[in-house]
């Protein structure tokens, strides 16, 4: 059996630089506080379900209206 590949974030905040957007406006897209993108930046788990849901926006599966017409 082929071993799964994890979902590697650790570049998180690289990805957000990259996009030129602060914490406070990566994350929100997300749904996640400021704070809790700071945390997550910094080292801590991501939860598997916002894993999920970033690996799906970064592999172009969900685009950025998705993810704005999810949280209205």
């Keep these: ?3 799964k590949k994890k979902l590697d ?3 998180i905040a690289t990805d957000r630089k990259k996009e030129n ?5 990566f994350w929100m897209r997300y ?3 400021q704070s809790g993108g ?3 930046e910094s080292g801590r788990n991501i939860p598997k379900p916002l894993a999920i ?3 799906l926006h970064r ?3 969900i685009s950025d209206k998705d ?3 999810a949280l209205k």
């Design 1 to 3: 059996m082929a071993r």
């Design 9 to 11: 974030f650790s570049d």
């Design 21 to 25: 957007l602060n914490q406070k406006d």
């Design 31 to 33: 749904g996640v506080t």
């Design 38 to 40: 700071s945390r997550y």
């Design 53 to 55: 849901l970033l690996w």
């Design 59 to 61: 592999s172009g599966k």
């Design 67 to 69: 993810l704005s017409d």
